[in-house]
């Protein structure tokens, strides 16, 4: 119980919150640093350019509320009423944004999770205006746990059904992206849930900061940092691979050209030399055509199953 006070501690509270806040912005900046020049140089490539909108809409998202801490946070009374709704929401928000990044676009219908996204966010900024106005009726009546309270039981169980459902998709999906969107959905699904089973008896707080979501949110995005960086680089190991390939190949055919000149039989000479050439151009039939005196035309052939 004492460590998890202390974690509780440094994510609620300063200076620990502010330095949460800049390791979240740093590792957004880099997801979206990296996403956007790769998107540059690829433009058709939409995977990319949603992670690139996704982390810069996150990044302006929490910059906000990191700016409305640092305003209200001189005014306890003023922070409470204004920092736990305003959380939820950019959470909730930051939620969609991930997941709609992380999960490929669908093939028939390529925009239709943009406009679901689009639609989402603005059903989002609704609910917070209105819990926003319901959570200042609720301070004046004396509630002070806004983890208590229905809208806030309300986002909790909107952002588990967001991540849920992106990571079922992408765990069935059909063009499955590798362990790290899995990875990065997962942690910020599992912290959700915990965030929804932590009640004030288990370990009593008096703070209204959603700490178990930012302790996922300190996993997951350094994690989505790591993940954006090799996505961009799989072309240059790709080809770099090709390269590789290319070498080695041209280093085989140099042997065979080799093997071609010093052989003094003919027929075997073409051989060699048919071998050498279906390799190169990796064709599955080759084959010489010759004029005899005696014979009119004389061939020799190499089938792709031929062995020599």
């Given at each position: 119980?004492?460590?998890?006070?202390?974690?509780?501690?440094?994510?609620?509270?300063?200076?620990?919150?502010?330095?949460?806040?800049?390791?979240?912005?740093?590792?957004?900046?880099?997801?979206?640093?990296?996403?956007?020049?790769?998107?540059?140089?690829?433009?058709?490539?939409?995977?990319?350019?949603?992670?690139?909108?996704?982390?810069?809409?996150?990044?302006?998202?929490?910059?906000?509320?990191?700016?409305?801490?640092?305003?209200?946070?001189?005014?306890?009374?003023?922070?409470?009423?204004?920092?736990?709704?305003?959380?939820?929401?950019?959470?909730?928000?930051?939620?969609?944004?991930?997941?709609?990044?992380?999960?490929?676009?669908?093939?028939?219908?390529?925009?239709?999770?943009?406009?679901?996204?689009?639609?989402?966010?603005?059903?989002?900024?609704?609910?917070?205006?209105?819990?926003?106005?319901?959570?200042?009726?609720?301070?004046?009546?004396g509630e002070t746990?806004?983890?208590?309270?229905?809208?806030?039981?309300?986002?909790?169980?909107?952002?588990?059904?967001?991540?849920?459902?992106?990571?079922?998709?992408?765990?069935?999906?059909?063009?499955?992206?590798?362990?790290?969107?899995?990875?990065?959905?997962?942690?910020?699904?599992?912290?959700?849930?915990?965030?929804?089973?932590?009640?004030?008896?288990?370990?009593?707080?008096?703070?209204?900061?959603a700490y178990w979501?930012?302790?996922?949110?300190?996993?997951?995005?350094?994690?989505w940092g790591v993940?954006?960086?090799?996505?961009?680089?799989?072309?240059?190991?790709?080809?770099?691979?090709?390269?590789?390939?290319?070498?080695?190949?041209?280093?085989?055919?140099?042997?065979?050209?080799?093997?071609?000149?010093?052989?003094?039989?003919?027929?075997?000479?073409?051989?060699?030399?048919?071998?050498?050439?279906?390799?190169?151009?990796?064709?599955?039939?080759?084959?010489?055509?010759?004029?005899?005196?005696?014979?009119?035309?004389?061939?020799?052939?190499?089938?792709?199953?031929?062995?020599?």
């Amino acid at each position: 119980m004492d460590l998890t006070r202390q974690i509780i501690q440094i994510l609620s509270e300063p200076p620990g919150s502010f330095i949460y806040h800049l390791i979240t912005l740093f590792a957004l900046q880099v997801v979206f640093a990296i996403s956007y020049s790769r998107w540059r140089r690829q433009p058709e490539d939409e995977y990319a350019r949603n992670m690139s909108w996704a982390a810069g809409a996150i990044f302006l998202g929490r910059m906000v509320l990191l700016l409305a801490g640092l305003y209200f946070g001189r005014d306890p009374e003023a922070a409470a009423g204004i920092l736990p709704p305003l959380e939820q929401a950019t959470n909730t928000a930051s939620v969609l944004l991930i997941v709609w990044a992380l999960i490929p676009p669908l093939e028939h219908y390529p925009r239709a999770l943009d406009i679901v996204l689009i639609g989402a966010l603005v059903l989002t900024g609704v609910m917070y205006l209105f819990f926003a106005q319901e959570w200042q009726s609720q301070l004046a009546i004396g509630e002070t746990s806004f983890h208590g309270t229905t809208q806030a039981t309300m986002w909790t169980l909107i952002q588990i059904a967001i991540l849920a459902a992106g990571w079922g998709y992408l765990l069935f999906n059909g063009r499955y992206l590798g362990a790290f969107p899995l990875m990065i959905i997962g942690v910020l699904l599992i912290a959700h849930i915990v965030h929804l089973w932590n009640y004030p008896e288990f370990i009593p707080t008096d703070t209204n900061v959603a700490y178990w979501i930012r302790l996922g949110n300190l996993i997951a995005y350094p994690l989505w940092g790591v993940y954006a960086y090799l996505y961009a680089m799989t072309p240059l190991l790709e080809s770099e691979s090709r390269l590789q390939d290319s070498i080695e190949n041209f280093g085989i055919s140099l042997d065979q050209a080799a093997q071609v000149i010093a052989t003094q039989q003919p027929q075997r000479r073409l051989t060699y030399a048919l071998v050498m050439m279906s390799q190169m151009f990796d064709s599955s039939f080759a084959a010489i055509g010759l004029l005899d005196g005696a014979t009119p035309v004389s061939y020799t052939h190499l089938d792709a199953a031929d062995e020599y």
